[in-house]
DNA sequence: GATCCTCGAGTTCG
DNA sequence: CTCGAGGATC
């Protein structure tokens, strides 16, 4: 070969591949691009078209090589510079002082060591190996001695260098660097993921985890860079020159070489500081960007970490404080049937009882029967639940590995468990219903319904009285309630003067509720609240409404004609005549002028607010009605159409969205200054 | 006709 | 809170 000079051509691919390799890690790293993803893509554009015409150019760690190279037959087994450790366990304060006076007890330097907390991820660990600060192999942990070379699909993560430094000026990388991290995907971007997959009809993924596992483990590297793989890394196992020899100065030199690390370490004098801010965590972990099991308390000293050697896999020198877990798995006892106040049948699982996340699940939603189905849900199965930072539970899916093949898939119910008839799937529909009008499970949750908050609001009426009156044939229809007298009260089991008295008082207040919410009470199908509230509104009385015909409702807003369909159908029937008639015979029969409500000025009018979290000073409630005296709207949900988000304690997911659109964010004071006509 | 928005319905444990 | 579906809007 010719000595070459070096070309201009050479010169450009190597200023090209730079100034790519700086924006991934602005980008994938730092989180804080400085270019556009415009003038992004004409870089990398340009270096793809050089290479193209200059092949004898192309080099391992360019960018244009993330994803490439052909599918493989299967894994190549690589040994590891030195043993993958696991981590011991503690799942209390109490157990990790227990770990820290065994230690201390083996070296008296413990007693005055520092510690740092990190997060403990909960992906794929990975070995990365970097030569001359290129990244030449990467390797899934195995068995910890043993793992397999997953370099081509590690390649396609953007987070991860294929050089290090990054930046020149910074720290240098000895000539052999081997670091451990984890492979992740964050919760943002698995939701994206799944959103996507399900909208393109695809199989969804049961949580980050998994699917950032199955990634990695792909023959076909391009199959992984279509996955949204993270990278964090957090140990160094093996170096040919000096590394730090504190954790904290770990965490701080791999950031400085340009490598991903765990957001949210820190450092403590005591272990009672770091124990506190492993439980802080704890109840925090929704607002961590990834899935973590727990967090890791580490001797800061990692000479003195080392010296004090392992038990089996676990070194001495760290302990995992796991959260309480928000994840299992358990048996699926049987699958029960409820009968709504529609008539509709959900299914829902009745689960060997277990802890999830602090509390103990016996019952979950399996939403409706398609669920079921799509899910190849069977009774006996093993099935994975979750509890996230919503508090309640549900089935995720089975666990197919566990099944014994004694397990029988699910079929439908024929009849109502409550009235025995039999059950019709309407057409177009994924509900099975129940259509028998005197079904006595849908009389009691109607009548759970009209006693209701929003409802006629009817205090000590709740399920159980509902099914006690329903069972003794004391309600035949909701109406009935009126026509209870204390007699009656007292032959149900728990009742006594005092009660009766009590619930009969209630019943009479509930008289004069308004006309919105009797309309509501009513259960009318598709009409809540809302609805009932502009019904209301418009008909002022339930006889003008009841001679509503198809074409009067369609005129209100909101009401198309399915549900001017509902509504004339639900009238019609002579049950619902005869209760109305009821109704009235008992005086119950509000009627709304429709200009009662006008007296605050309207300054809100036109504006539409959603409320998230807890507010101090006032219920939802009240802010609702405050918002609407003026004239303003709230919903439930953000969209661009939302003026104002009114954020209170422990907000939910509707303040992010708040904040990517750009909607205005209030908090309780913020709120009252637009109540008062102050501020915007 | 497609997309966006809003409403309704169902939901667990302590 | 989340999903599905009905309704409104472009």
Redesign the pocket.
């Known amino acids: 070969m010719p000595q070459r000079k070096v070309t201009r051509v050479e010169e450009r691919i190597k200023k090209l591949r730079d100034q790519i390799n700086f924006h991934n890690y602005r980008y994938y790293v730092l989180d804080a691009p400085v270019i556009s993803d415009f003038e992004y893509d004409r870089l990398y554009r340009e270096l793809k078209s050089l290479e193209a015409e200059h092949p004898e150019l192309v080099t391992a760690d360019s960018p244009t090589q993330r994803v490439g190279g052909e599918p493989l037959d299967k894994f190549r087994k690589v040994s590891h510079p030195g043993p993958i450790l696991s981590l011991g366990n503690a799942n209390s304060a109490e157990e990790v002082r227990a770990w820290f006076d065994r230690i201390a007890r083996l070296d008296r330097r413990v007693a005055s060591a520092s510690f740092v907390v990190e997060p403990k991820l909960d992906g794929l660990t990975v070995v990365l190996h970097y030569e001359k600060g290129i990244f030449v192999l990467g390797a899934t942990r195995g068995d910890g001695d043993t793992g397999e070379d997953i370099t081509a699909n590690l390649k396609t993560v953007k987070s991860l260098p294929l050089r290090v430094p990054v930046e020149p000026g910074g720290p240098q990388s000895p000539d052999r660097l081997v670091v451990r991290g984890e492979a992740l995907i964050l919760r943002a971007q698995f939701e994206q993921m799944n959103r996507r997959l399900e909208q393109n009809g695809e199989k969804t993924f049961v949580n980050p985890r998994n699917a950032a596992a199955g990634a990695l483990r792909q023959l076909d590297p391009s199959i992984t860079a279509r996955r949204p793989i993270s990278l964090r890394c957090y140990a160094i196992v093996d170096a040919s020159g000096g590394v730090p020899k504190r954790q904290s100065a770990v965490i701080e030199y791999l950031r400085d070489l340009g490598l991903p690390v765990p957001e949210h370490t820190s450092m403590h004098r005591t272990l009672d500081q770091a124990v506190l801010e492993a439980e802080r965590w704890a109840s925090r972990r929704e607002e961590l960007p990834y899935e973590a099991d727990g967090m890791v308390i580490k001797l800061d000293d990692l000479e003195l970490a080392e010296s004090l050697g392992a038990v089996g896999r676990d070194p001495r020198g760290a302990i995992a404080f796991k959260f309480a877990a928000q994840e299992v798995t358990t048996r699926l006892v049987d699958i029960g049937v ?1 009968v ?5 049948i ?1 299914p ?2 009745i ?1 060997e ?1 277990v802890e999830v996340g602090g ?7 399996l ?2 029967f ?2 079921v189905r799509e899910k190849d849900i069977r009774v006996g199965d093993r099935v994975l639940i979750k509890r996230a ?6 089935v995720i899916g089975p666990v197919r590995e566990a099944r014994t093949g004694a397990e029988a898939p699910y079929s439908l119910p024929t009849k109502c468990p409550s009235c025995g008839e039999r059950l019709e799937k309407l057409a ?4 099975v219903y129940c259509l028998n009008a005197a079904c006595p499970a849908q009389l009691v ?1 109607n009548l759970e ?1 009209f006693a209701g908050r929003g409802s006629m609001d009817i205090e000590g009426l709740g399920i159980k009285v509902a099914e006690l009156l329903v069972a003794q044939g004391l309600v035949t229809d909701v109406a009935d309630v009126y026509s209870l007298r204390k007699e009656d009260f007292l032959q149900l089991e728990g009742f006594a003067e005092k009660r009766a008295e009590n619930l009969l008082a209630a019943i009479e207040r509930s008289k004069s509720q308004s006309l919105a919410r009797l309309v ?1 009470a009513l ?10 509230g ?1 019904l209301a509104r418009r008909f002022g009385g339930l006889g003008a409404l009841s001679k509503a015909a198809v074409g009067d409702l ?1 005129g ?11 509504i004339v159908d639900w009238l019609g029937r002579g049950r619902n005549r005869s209760l109305l008639g009821k109704l009235r015979r008992a005086d119950v029969w509000p009627t709304m002028s429709t200009d009662q409500e006008d007296a605050a000025p309207q300054k809100l009018a036109g504006r ?1 607010f959603v409320l ?2 807890t507010l101090a000073g006032m219920t939802r409630e009240v802010a609702t009605e405050l918002i609407e005296k003026f004239g303003g ?10 003026d104002y988000v009114v954020a209170g304690e422990s ?4 303040l992010a969205k708040a904040r990517e659109l750009g909607i205005q964010v209030l908090d309780e004071a913020g709120l009252r200054r637009v109540l008062a006509g102050r501020g915007r």
């Open positions: 409820n709504g106040r529609t008539g509709v959900t829902y699982a689960l009882p509390v103990t699940v016996r019952q979950a939603t939403h409706n398609d669920f930072g919503e508090v309640i539970p549900y177009q529909e994924v509900a949750r319904h509501n259960g009318i199908r598709g009409v809540g609240e809302v609805t009932a502009d369609t209100v807003e909101g009401i198309g004609p399915n549900i001017a369909e509902s539409t998230t979290g709207k709230v919903t439930g949900s953000v969209s661009k159409k939302t907000p939910g997911s509707k």
